[in-house]
């Protein structure tokens, strides 16, 4: 098929393909890996913690890593790497606020940060608290 | 009558006198390195924020530039300027330091032709004695923009480019210079209805190819005419695709062909396919070819600066990309 017949269907074979394969693997292994370790810490705070707090403080400190990461400019490369299993974890949602938060200092505290800090994460938010709210009706008309 | 074809002016003595050119971190680092004027090794450019430090880089390339003219802003009759950002704030911001009258350009990533284009016809038409072309562009400013904070762990796909930290400005003038701009073809806007914005490569090389062979059609040339053809940003991915192209309308340039999104960053770089960017093609001509062309290696050279028309608001509202692409013909002037 030549390019000037039918230019969107003829230019896929210039266009490089995403690897799937080696991406996928990536993904298992490393959010995979993130969540083992997640794992080995609750059950460490466990001991000292009621399960409730030990689950936070783990929470806490992945989202205080991915904070720190994204401040001195890791985690984007972290995440060029790593694909899903960056973004499918609770730091990513971390990055994403601090990142913009971060891009929009110099639009000032109210406008920029305040402002932009959800341009990115927002959705994961809003969509979170409704399927949260759908979920909680289910399990209480059951 | 200049118009000569369709689209396709020519110039009788339109000279480009002087050019100047900045670059940030990344570029400075580049294979072409040492042949830029102005260098920042931090990407803030000594200044506050991201678009203080393109507008720093702009207003570096300006400087340089008139430096090399050896003439001051106030003998410049016209300026023509432009960038990536929303209301071009870069060049509006950094033309009202300036008294000269003053066009501000937007033509995205072919603004750098598309300045020199016009500033060349303002000179040859008797409407300015020297013109001033300048563009611009900055990696974070862009990313923000078009794209995502720049520090969000986002996966960018292979055909994904990397905007150019620079600025590139060019004196233009009736005076004899060492570079003589002999004929420019404006492009028209084609849409090729993709809607990839991390594969503009793959949006603009319609752009590209028609404005190649509208040149080559309304001046009764061919590749063959041309040392080198070089295409603004089509990178890696887009290269590949306009030669394809220009095959098939049978203009064979594979011999004579590049990109400066291929020349501006060393492969392993990190920078995907390659450079992208208004300053991509003003600081890869100004600051590498024409000191080729300089010392010889070329003779006559077509430069093509390739222009995604990409808004973020347009690609959410499921519209495809138009581009748009201007060639600019610039000639050695030996003797003496």
């Not at chain 1, 060029?80 to 990513?92: E, P, V």
């Not at chain 1, 606020?97 to 341009?119: D, P, Q, Y």
Request: charged content about 15%; some cysteine.
């Amino acid at each position: 098929m030549r390019l000037r017949d039918n230019y969107r269907q003829a230019v896929k074979k210039f266009q490089p393909k995403p690897s799937y394969v080696a991406n996928s693997l990536k993904a298992f292994f490393i959010g995979g890996g993130l969540s083992v370790v997640a794992e080995v810490l609750r059950a460490q705070f466990r001991v000292n913690l009621p399960s409730l707090a030990a689950e936070q403080a783990v929470l806490l400190l992945f989202i205080g890593a991915a904070v720190v990461l994204t401040a001195i400019g890791v985690y984007d490369e972290f995440s060029q790497f790593a694909g899903a299993g960056s973004t499918m974890l609770i730091t990513w949602f971390a990055n994403s606020l601090t990142s913009a938060a971060l891009e929009h200092r110099s639009e000032g505290v109210v406008s920029g940060i305040a402002g932009h800090m959800f341009k990115v994460g927002g959705a994961a938010l809003v969509y979170g608290i409704v399927a949260a709210y759908l979920f909680g009706l289910v399990y209480f008309m059951r | 009558m200049k118009l000569v074809g369709k689209q396709t002016w020519v110039f009788d003595d339109v000279y480009i006198q002087a050019t100047g050119t900045a670059v940030g971190p990344s570029e400075a680092d580049g294979p072409l390195g040492n042949c830029f004027d102005v260098v920042h090794h931090d990407l803030y450019c000594g200044e506050k924020t991201w678009e203080r430090a393109e507008r720093r880089l702009m207003q570096d390339a300006i400087a340089v530039c008139l430096q090399h003219g050896n003439i001051t802003i106030n003998e410049v009759d016209v300026l023509l300027a432009g960038d990536l950002l929303n209301q071009n704030v870069t060049a509006n911001y950094t033309a009202r330091a300036f008294p000269v009258p003053f066009l501000c350009m937007f033509g995205a990533c072919s603004t750098s032709m598309e300045t020199l284009a016009v500033g060349a016809a303002l000179v040859d038409g008797g409407f300015a004695k020297r013109a001033l072309a300048a563009t611009s562009s900055h990696n974070a400013t862009a990313e923000r923009q078009f794209r995502y904070p720049t520090e969000l762990g986002v996966q960018k796909p292979k055909s994904a480019t990397f905007t150019v930290t620079g600025a590139g400005a060019a004196l233009i003038g009736k005076e004899k210079g060492r570079f003589r701009v002999t004929a420019a073809t404006i492009g028209r806007v084609i849409d090729a209805g993709l809607t990839n914005p991390l594969d503009m490569g793959s949006a603009m090389a319609p752009a590209a190819a028609h404005t190649i062979e509208q040149h080559f059609y309304d001046l009764r040339r061919s590749p063959s005419d041309y040392d080198l053809i070089v295409t603004g940003d089509l990178s890696r991915v887009g290269s590949v695709i306009v030669k394809e192209l220009l095959m098939e309308a049978g203009y064979d340039v594979t011999s004579n062909y590049n990109d400066c999104g291929l020349l501006i960053y060393r492969p392993e770089k990190g920078a995907f396919a390659g450079g992208s960017g208004c300053a991509c093609c003003a600081v890869v001509t100004y600051g590498h070819l024409l000191k080729e062309m300089k010392a010889g290696a070329m003779e006559r050279m077509l430069v093509v600066a390739t222009g995604a028309l990409l808004s973020p608001t347009m690609i959410q509202q499921n519209e495809s990309i138009p581009a748009i692409a201007h060639g600019v013909v610039i000639e050695a002037v030996r003797g003496e």
